[in-house]
C-alpha cells in the first residue's frame, strides 16, 4: 500500500467515526427534544457534516480510486510441466545406461538450469537408503543442452514409474 492509499484509508476512517459520532450527538439531542427537532435541525446538520468532509477527501486524494483485484489472477507465465519414459540408451562402462530427455523448445542451457526441477518416481522404493514407502525423490544430478534435459534412469529402467519435469 502506498502513502497516499493509506492517507485515504485514514481520512476515510476518521470521516466515519466522526459521522457516527455527529449521528450519536443527534439521536441524544432527539431524545431531549420533541419528534420535530429531528424532521428540521438534525438532517440539516448531519447532511452539511458529510459535504464537508466529503470535499475535504475530495480536495486532499482527488485520485485515488479502488481497482478490482481478481484472486486468482497470478500475473506471470505459467509453468512448463514435461513427462518423459526412460527410452533412450548409451553405453557407459561396457554397461548400456538409459535416460529420458524432456525437450523444452526455445530454453537455453542456462536457463534450463536455473528453472527446472525434476521429480523421478520408482516403481519401489526410491533407492538405497530411502525411507520405507518413498517412492518420489526431486533434486539429483541431470544433463542440460539447449532445449532438452536429460534425466539419468540408471542400468534398469524398468525401476523407473515417471520422471516430470517442471520449468518456472
Given at each position: 500500500?502506498?502513502?497516499?492509499?493509506?492517507l485515504a484509508s485514514l481520512i476515510g476512517g476518521?470521516?466515519?467515526?466522526?459521522?457516527?459520532?455527529?449521528?450519536?450527538?443527534?439521536?441524544?439531542?432527539?431524545?431531549?427534544?420533541?419528534?420535530?427537532?429531528?424532521?428540521?435541525?438534525?438532517?440539516?446538520?448531519?447532511?452539511?457534516?458529510?459535504?464537508?468532509?466529503?470535499?475535504?477527501?475530495?480536495?486532499?486524494?482527488?485520485?485515488?480510486?479502488?481497482?478490482?483485484?481478481?484472486?486468482?489472477?497470478?500475473?506471470g507465465p505459467q509453468p512448463i510441466v514435461v513427462?518423459?519414459?526412460?527410452?533412450?540408451?548409451?553405453?557407459?562402462?561396457?554397461?548400456?545406461?538409459?535416460?529420458?530427455?524432456?525437450?523444452?523448445?526455445?530454453?537455453?542451457?542456462?536457463?534450463?538450469?536455473?528453472?527446472?526441477r525434476v521429480v523421478v518416481c520408482y516403481t519401489?522404493?526410491?533407492?538405497?537408503?530411502?525411507?520405507?514407502?518413498?517412492?518420489?525423490?526431486?533434486?539429483?544430478?541431470?544433463?542440460?543442452?539447449?532445449?532438452?534435459?536429460?534425466?539419468?534412469?540408471?542400468?534398469?529402467?524398468?525401476?523407473?514409474?515417471?520422471?516430470?519435469?517442471?520449468?518456472?
Open positions: 500500500m502506498n502513502n497516499r492509499q493509506t476518521f470521516a466515519v467515526y466522526v459521522a457516527c459520532a455527529a449521528s450519536s450527538e443527534t439521536l441524544k439531542e432527539q431524545s431531549r427534544t420533541d419528534a420535530s427537532y429531528v424532521e428540521t435541525g438534525s438532517e440539516t446538520h448531519a447532511d452539511s457534516f458529510l459535504q464537508d468532509i466529503a470535499q475535504i477527501i475530495d480536495a486532499v486524494l482527488p485520485d485515488v480510486t479502488v481497482q478490482d483485484v481478481k484472486a486468482d489472477d497470478a500475473g513427462t518423459g519414459s526412460c527410452d533412450k540408451s548409451y553405453p557407459y562402462a561396457n554397461t548400456t545406461f538409459y535416460h529420458s530427455e524432456l525437450l523444452f523448445p526455445g530454453k537455453t542451457q542456462a536457463e534450463l538450469s536455473k528453472h527446472v519401489a522404493t526410491a533407492s538405497v537408503g530411502a525411507p520405507p514407502g518413498y517412492q518420489c525423490f526431486g533434486g539429483g544430478t541431470f544433463y542440460f543442452k539447449d532445449g532438452v534435459v536429460s534425466v539419468p534412469c540408471s542400468a534398469n529402467p524398468s525401476q523407473i514409474a515417471s520422471i516430470t519435469a517442471t520449468y518456472d
